[in-house]
Antibody
Framework: QVTLKESGPALVKPTETLTLTCTVS??????????VSWIRQPPGKALEWLAH???????SYNTSLKSRLTISKDTSKSQVVLTMTNMDPVDTATYYC????????????????WGQGILVTVSS | QSVLTQPPSASGTPGQRVTISCSGS????????IYWYQQFPGTAPKLLIY???VRPSGVPDRFSGSKSGTSASLAISGLRSEDEAVYYC???????????FGGGTKLTVL
């Protein structure tokens, strides 16, 4: 069973850079069936996909946020890191990391495991 | 404004059958599999249906999914109080080169 846990700051100031870490257990990030996406959800609003990284290190980004996002992984630490620059109050949301058993660009948004989420508030 | 369109709310009484629609376009639903997620307040979403109509292990067969053209539906039969949740549809969008979600449908069991 794959489990994921998000960690990072609960509060960031406007213009700062957010760095979130997803720690994965139960399956190696180098496994052929291992992809990780970040998805966020503003309070009371819908889900929004942010970025994805697959076991091959292939990456994809939400086109509207691409200039602000970077996703990377450290297989030895079983961690996937998302950075988002120039944070704004509209970026206040719960950020989830999720596991996909295939590259979502091929198989679609199949997320069979989710972290508990981390609420990030952007405020001065 | 979500790329996929869902009704904001739906309701039914225990035992009834309800359907939740998800409308898209030829660049998303028309070309790709649809997925459905169920979310209870304060918790992470859970995969409910994948590849249009497949239920993961553990999901009751009261839940079923279908797709036709650029629209999809989630049906819940034998409605139960514990089905009260928000349901999201999602699929890959060719034009945006990424997944897109519906705005979510809050299901109320009367």
């Amino acid at each position: 069973q794959v489990t994921l846990k998000e960690s990072g700051p609960a509060l960031v100031k406007p213009t700062e850079t957010l760095t979130l870490t997803c720690t994965v257990s139960g399956l190696s990030l180098s496994s052929a069936r291992m992809g990780v996406s970040w998805i966020r959800q503003p309070p009371g609003k819908a889900l929004e996909w942010l970025a994805h990284i697959f076991s091959t290190d292939e990456k994809s980004y939400n086109t509207s946020l691409k200039s602000r996002l970077t996703i990377s992984k450290d297989t030895s630490k079983s961690q996937v890191v998302l950075t988002m620059t120039n944070m704004d109050p509209v970026d206040t949301a719960t950020y989830y990391c999720t596991r996909s058993p295939a590259n979502i660009a091929v198989a679609g948004p199949h997320y069979d495991s989710w972290g508990q989420g981390i609420l990030v508030t952007v405020s001065s | 404004q979500s790329v996929l369109t869902q009704p904001p709310s739906a309701s039914g009484t225990p035992g009834q059958r309800v359907t939740i629609s998800c409308s898209g376009s030829s660049s998303n639903i028309g070309k790709n599999y649809i997925y459905w997620y169920q979310q209870f307040p304060g918790t992470a979403p859970k995969l409910l249906i994948y590849r249009n109509s497949v239920r993961p292990s553990g999901v009751p067969d009261r839940f079923s999914g279908s797709k036709s053209g650029t629209s999809a539906s989630l049906a819940i039969s034998g409605l139960r109080s514990e089905d009260e949740a928000v349901y999201y549809c999602t699929t890959w969008d060719e034009s945006l080169s990424g997944p897109v979600f519906g705005g979510g449908t809050k299901l109320t069991v009367l």
